[in-house]
């Protein structure tokens, strides 16, 4: 298979960033897309060992990309391919996007997560430290390694347990934010308070939790959420916005407490 | 210098060491431990879980991690579970049974001492996980549930779904952010250790680039513990994340921690088999699916070439046609054996000719049975997130027609040597998780990887580095102006400059799959002597050509991500040639190392127990030099040594 790809180029978090169109040929419909982006870097970084086609053309080097795990579950790739985090499909990561998914001879335009909160640090990488501030604010029960009871101490009813699982299994990746016309964080948060307050453990700080979750993501720039349901309809790991309905139920049941 | 290899296992009954060993080493009172500087290297479980505890403890501890959040460390990708000897299920399930499984697991080339110790903090690890707030799966009574491993007949493993990493890395780091929100933890994500910095024989500190600006960086401590996982990725195929490498460890080889058991790598029976040349990483199939998935091949070979030219489906075959071989050959635990075991049991197959899929290697894993005796809801409940995740990079239904797999590099067991208090040989610098080499011997259990790195970073690391702090009390801040973090710094930069003055031709993806190649054909799943002094000779012309012929695009002072690759297959041509050296010195087969010329006749592992029971720990003499072996007697005073026997 053949793509054209435009993909977004910039130099740094200041430098202005443009469009670059590249052409990558005889890809196996097999190959995944960051195999393909391998592939463009390849290609790229042997235009580059040639000085005199680097005089002709803007050079640029190979693309920078986040991506580690390539099995959709740590989170790090983070690209936003013909206007969808993480492409086309429902329910996948771009490392479990397959070009098999994709028309033979498209153009392709690939751009970083745009959000205030995730500053450009290169090309297609962002900086999404505001997660983990976030998390540091109070996504957390706090207790100290010696002092727990036995694990079967307390028990937790198997529905309460799955639903609990069904918010963890949030991989921080940050497309709800890149879905979210005012770049709202709530489905990520919503993600980790509901998990941690459908559990017994999680019940003793869920007020503090909700209060200070909510609080340092708006100190760091997210949006408001307005219920689109973007961020449900392009989360590779389908979390529910109904998890965004039990924040705002634990979070204004804290503030009357107060 | 062997006196070096002390391993400090201290005295008494094996199942009172530990014990012992805890009321005869010191603490630190609360007001020094504010005083002192800890650094750890790496997110994963155990970088995550030391770093909680040691904040916890009110040490002031600096963590490092590649990526840009401590919450991708590779530990996250782990799926199937951790072990504990709970004995919730009443099987009749005991610290000292998990401990004699994972030390006839690793094929008697573990510490009885430390494998004991493992077994016996796992009980406390799925108490904490469980206050934690991680989300393990239930039986409908609210009580935790349990399934099967490999090489183990009681079901002992604690999970989350095929998510379990995941939900153990969020509970270690969410207590990481919980101290550092007390202030007590900092984090410096996208930060790559370059080297370690010794002075007067003690680690004090590293020397880090910055990977978003290149900064290079110096940070001092009074310790260094090192948490940055394996060395997989020098087969460049591997289930390992990609960034994964093991340079840091590395770095602590090249001044003077010793490194052990580097032939010692796992491979793991159920991958997603290659699909071609432009693949750049394996994806794993966890092996709770061997819980309910039956492994087999045709047992005809007209039926193999008629799959490959794809005129029939695998669901079509027969039963009475099918070879379930190890169920075959293994009756007493069938498809439930060790990872080494039924990885070359697949790969005996596939030599044979019976291999399927179009490259011949693969063979199956099939729920028709399960799902019939359990209906495909069962299945979904238990699996559902991994047969998704098949169905999405191979396009078939694994619910209609079986899985096809291939053994893959996935772990390794060996790593830095470190004494029972997980200390290396160098003074101050602790290895915790897969980046040492104690707990796993010759082959790792499922399910066990996340149990050591947590064992370690949570109840092991944070009592026996207070002993040695408490030496260290009146020890001030270390003065990163030191000459020897000058030097650290100028031999870091010198080496950053090298690389990118090359200019040659080769890109560094381009070496790196040579290199893989190169270790999977000679130092994979089988090896033998003409092999091994072969490849030891083309890892070195590889490597000449490397530092002739690479080419590494950009420059320092920026996000390069050419340059993070180039520095880490630099070290990945000495980390393969040292396996490739202890591979040659280790005339046995035992666990997932494979000598073809020790064997039984029915092609089973031979170990030689009277010459090679020992762990192999090599020292770096300097550049263009042999390292030198030092051994460890292993001694085994509880368990009796025997054939590993999956058969009966």
Not at chain 2, 141 to 169: D, E, H, I, M, P
Not at chain 2, 472 to 500: C, M, R, S, V
Request: aromatic residues 8%; glycine residues 8%; hydrophobic residues 35%.
């Amino acid at each position: 298979m053949n793509f054209t790809l435009k993909v977004w180029r910039q130099k740094n978090a200041k430098e202005k960033g443009r469009f670059e169109t590249y052409h990558v040929k005889d890809i196996a419909e097999d190959t995944s897309f960051l195999e393909m982006m391998d592939i463009l870097n390849e290609q790229l970084i042997h235009e580059d060992m040639d000085p005199v086609a680097v005089n002709k053309g803007c050079h640029s080097g190979p693309v920078s990309f986040d991506h580690d795990c390539r099995e959709g579950i740590c989170g790090a790739c983070s690209l936003y391919i013909n206007g969808h985090p993480h492409g086309p499909g429902a329910l996948v990561t771009t490392c479990q996007l397959f070009m098999r998914n994709f028309k033979d001879g498209e153009t392709i335009t690939v751009e970083p997560w745009r959000s205030a909160a995730f500053p450009v640090v290169k090309d297609l990488v962002v900086n999404r430290n505001a997660f983990d501030q976030i998390l540091q604010a109070g996504g957390f029960i706090s207790i100290n390694p010696g002092a727990v009871p036995d694990a079967n101490a307390i028990p937790v009813p198997k529905e309460k347990a799955d639903k609990s699982m069904d918010a963890a299994s949030c991989i921080g990746c940050g497309a709800c934010v890149a879905s979210c016309k005012n770049g709202s964080a709530m489905l990520f948060v919503a993600a980790r308070v509901s998990s941690l307050a459908l559990l017994p453990q999680g019940r003793p700080e869920a007020c503090r939790r909700a209060k200070a979750m909510v609080a340092k993501m708006d100190e760091l720039g997210f949006g408001a959420c307005t219920n689109t349901q973007a961020c449900e309809a392009e989360c590779p790991k389908g979390i529910s916005v109904s998890n965004i309905a039990r924040l705002n139920r634990e979070f204004l049941s804290a503030k009357f407490k107060d | 210098m062997a006196d070096k290899l002390i391993s400090h296992i201290p005295d008494g009954p094996l199942a009172e060491k530990w014990t012992k060993h805890k009321a005869d080493i010191r603490v630190v009172s609360p007001n020094n431990k504010r005083k002192l500087d800890i650094i750890v290297v790496g997110t994963g479980l155990g970088g995550a879980s030391a770093a909680a505890s040691l904040g916890a403890l009110g040490y002031n501890v600096k963590v490092f991690c590649i990526s840009d959040s401590p919450r991708r460390a590779h530990s996250i990708a782990a799926q199937g579970g951790i072990n504990a000897a709970k004995n919730y299920q009443n099987d009749n399930d005991s610290v000292y049974r998990l401990f004699y499984d994972t030390i006839k697991g690793g094929d008697y080339r573990s510490r009885e001492a430390n494998v004991y110790r493992l077994a016996e903090v796992s009980n406390k690890i799925i108490d904490l996980c469980v206050a934690q707030g991680i989300p393990f799966a239930r039986e409908y009574g609210g009580l935790l549930a349990n399934r099967s491993f490999g090489g183990v007949q009681v079901s002992r493993t604690f999970y989350a779904r095929g998510q379990t990493g995941q939900q153990l890395l969020l509970g270690a780091y969410a207590e990481m952010n919980k101290e550092i929100a007390r202030g007590t933890v900092k984090s410096y994500p996208r930060h790559e250790m370059l080297d370690l910095v010794i002075i007067n024989g003690e680690a004090k500190g590293i020397i880090t680039r910055n990977i978003e600006t290149g900064e290079i960086e110096r940070f001092g401590a009074h310790a260094v513990v090192l948490a940055t996982g394996g060395y997989g990725n020098v087969y460049f195929l591997s289930t390992n994340a990609m960034n994964s490498n093991g340079s840091a460890a590395w770095q602590c080889y090249k001044k003077g921690a010793y490194f052990a058991n580097p032939c010692f790598a796992q491979i793991h029976p159920t991958c997603i088999p290659v699909h071609g040349k432009q693949q750049c990483k394996l994806t794993l199939m966890s092996e709770s699916l061997r819980n309910d998935g039956r492994i087999w091949v045709p047992k005809k070979k007209e039926d193999v070439a008629k799959l490959r030219n794809n005129q029939i489906k695998p669901s079509q075959i027969p039963e009475e046609d099918r070879d379930y071989y190890l169920e075959r050959r293994y009756p007493a635990f069938g498809n439930l054996v060790p990872r080494d075991v039924a990885s070359r049991a697949a790969k005996e197959r596939c030599d044979a000719g019976y291999g399927v899929n179009e490259t011949g290697l693969a063979v199956f894993l099939d729920f028709k049975t399960a799902i019939e005796r359990l209906g495909k809801d069962v299945i979904t409940d238990r699996y559902g997130n991994l047969f998704q995740m098949y169905q999405k990079i191979t396009d078939s239904n694994p619910y209609e027609e079986p899985m096809m797999i291939y053994p893959a590099i996935h772990y390794t067991m060996g790593g830095l040597w470190v004494d029972y208090d997980l200390m290396t040989t160098i003074p101050g610098l602790y290895a915790i998780g897969e980046c040492n080499f104690s707990d796993h011997g010759g082959n790792r259990l499922g399910a066990s990887a996340l149990m050591q790195g947590l064992a370690d970073g949570y109840f092991i690391l944070p009592y026996t580095i207070g002993d040695y702090l408490s030496h260290k009390i009146q020890e001030p801040k270390i003065d990163t102006n030191a000459p020897e973090f000058e030097e650290a710094e100028k031999k870091a930069k010198e080496k950053i400059n090298k690389l990118l003055s090359i200019k040659g031709k080769k890109t560094v993806d381009e070496l790196h799959k040579e290199l893989g190649n190169l270790m999977w054909e000679y130092v994979g799943m089988a090896r033998d002597e003409k092999g091994l002094k072969t490849v030891i000779s083309k890892i070195e012309d590889l490597r000449q050509e490397f530092l002739k012929n690479v080419y590494v695009d950009g420059a320092n002072d920026q996000f390069n991500q050419e340059l993070e690759k180039a520095l880490r297959l630099y070290d990945f041509f000495d980390i393969g040639e040292l396996m490739a050296q202890d591979a040659l010195n280790r005339k046995e087969s035992c666990g997932g190392h494979f000598r073809t010329e020790m064997q039984t006749p029915e092609g089973e592992t031979k170990r030689d127990d009277e010459n090679y029971m020992y762990v192999a720990a090599w020292e770096y003499k300097g550049k263009g030099e042999d390292p030198e072996l030092h051994k460890e007697p292993l001694k085994y005073e509880n368990i009796k040594i025997a054939v590993r026997n999956y058969k009966d």
